[in-house]
């Protein structure tokens, strides 16, 4: 069965540091992998999206990047963080063309 | 911006059927309708999806209008464990899910 990743759970980082969260991906192949972030008490926001190894897709401008460099490894990264980048991201894989399946989710904030 | 409108909040008791509305009045004809849901501090929950006809599982159930510009998502029997925030979403371009504010559901003792 498939199963997704996602590490850590919580983490605490100041402003300026870099971030690396990463999720990977088990039981399945070329998966679509997608990052999202969830300010409190609202909608997800998608901010990264991949259909293949190198393959990213940016949905909104921001200091945060993605990389895919294994088929089932999705990267998360930020050179300097800032208070603002603090959320809660998730980290979700779908076969192609149908519904997610989320990980458990990393609540970071930024002090 | 989100395709799907929901009411912020709604009450349920435990053991009645919950029935969360959704308007998608835009939808395109060969966009799926997704139901998601969250418990506080984990990541989102698929529940059910479907394109024009009602579907059935072991979670709930969807019924879409004949024009397909609203749908309900159904609990038979809320429990406790159901209040969450349930999220309707239409699928967008290159299989992306474009997410609303959701709806808190609240169960009620």
């Known amino acids: 069965s498939q199963t997704i990743h996602q590490w850590p759970a919580t983490l605490v980082q100041p402003v300026g540091s870099p971030l690396s969260l990463e999720c990977t991906v088990e039981g399945t192949s070329n998966p679509n992998l997608y990052w999202y972030r969830q300010a409190a008490g609202r909608g997800l926001q998608l901010l990264f999206y991949?259909?293949?190894?190198?393959?990213i897709s940016s949905e909104v401008p921001q200091n945060l990047s993605a990389s895919r460099p294994q088929d089932r490894q999705f990267i998360l990264s930020s050179k300097k963080l800032l208070l603002s980048d603090s959320g809660f991201y998730l980290c979700?894989?779908?076969?192609?063309?149908?519904?997610?399946?989320f990980g458990s989710g990393t609540r970071l904030t930024v002090v | 911006d989100a395709k799907t409108t929901q009411p912020p909040s709604m009450d349920c008791a435990e053991g009645r059927a919950a029935n969360l509305p959704c308007n998608h009045s835009?939808?395109?004809?060969?966009?799926?309708v997704y139901w998601y849901r969250q418990i506080h501090s984990q990541g989102p929950q698929y529940i059910i999806h479907?394109?024009?006809?009602?579907e059935t599982n072991e979670m709930a159930s969807l019924i879409i209008t004949e024009d397909r510009k609203s749908s309900t998502l159904i609990l038979p029997h809320a429990t406790l464990r159901d209040t969450a925030v349930y999220y309707c979403?239409?699928?967008?371009?290159?299989?992306?899910?474009?997410w609303g504010a959701g709806t808190k559901l609240i169960i009620k003792p």
């Open positions: 979403i239409v699928r967008g371009t290159n299989y992306q899910l474009i």
């Open positions: 479907g394109l024009k006809n009602n």
């Open positions: 979700a894989w779908s076969p192609q063309g149908d519904g997610y399946t």
């Open positions: 991949s259909v293949g190894i190198g393959q």
């Open positions: 835009t939808i395109s004809g060969n966009e799926y």
